[in-house]
T-cell receptor, first 113, second 113 residues
């Protein structure tokens, strides 16, 4: 699985968009970008994933650059409950395989009132 | 929304004792995982389980650890002779056949004294 680089920490004002960057310059053509978050030692929570097109769901948007070497997770209107560690993980498609997720250090996002 | 359930939420045990951590994965999921997180450190993969056998295990998962799916619903992690350094949060996760999202439980905090 390709290595990812994320800033260790970021702050965001409540109600504003939180933009969390991730670099994955060694990503290969069949690898997906996954985002998970962990709120204060709870179990990691799936947010979103994508291959090359931008993706949006009820939680967030994922913007992947055309060369796929980096991506940004966007929380459009951050709330205090979005304070968490956000993990960007690159790996091949899970279907038909028991392959595990490998977590890095992630970005600690703090949403400020 | 389906959940992965872990019990107990907190367990305190004496060094050298055996502990069993229990998990009820989502009912139609086929792939099962245990992770651990020592306080302040990364989420680390321990073991994956599919079709009633271990698919992959990390270096951490040595002979003192074992997993079992005894009755088709529970998925257990046994630590035979606990050490102080086994103190951590232990997370169970499961995933469906074609799905991409891993669903994590809320964890068991194991404290070895």
């Amino acid at each position: 699985d390709a290595k990812t680089t994320q800033p260790p920490s970021m702050d965001c004002a409540e109600g504003r968009a939180a933009n969390l960057p991730c670099n994955h310059s060694t990503i290969s053509g069949n690898e997906y970008v996954y985002w998970y978050r962990q709120i204060h030692s709870q179990g990691p929570q799936y947010i979103i994933h994508g291959l090359k097109n931008n993706e949006t769901n009820e939680m967030a948007s994922l913007i992947i650059t055309e060369d796929r070497k980096s991506s940004t997770l966007i929380l459009p209107h951050a709330t205090l409950r979005d304070t968490a560690v956000y993990y960007c993980i690159v790996r091949g498609r899970s279907s038909g395989s028991a392959r595990q997720l490998t977590f890095g250090s992630g970005t600690q996002l703090t949403v400020l009132p | 929304e389906p959940e992965v359930t872990q019990t107990p939420s907190h367990q305190v045990t004496q060094m050298g004792q055996e502990v069993i951590l229990r998990c009820v994965p989502i009912s139609n999921h086929l792939y099962f995982y245990w992770y651990r997180q020592i306080l302040g450190q990364k989420v680390e993969f321990l073991v994956s389980f599919y079709n009633n056998e271990i698919s992959e295990k990390s270096e951490i998962f040595d002979d003192q650890f074992s997993v079992e799916r005894p009755d088709g619903s529970n998925f257990t992690l046994k630590i035979r002779s606990t050490k102080l350094e086994d103190s951590a949060m232990y997370f169970c996760a499961s995933r469906g056949q074609g799905g991409d999202g891993y669903t994590f439980g809320s964890g068991t905090r194991l404290t070895v004294v």
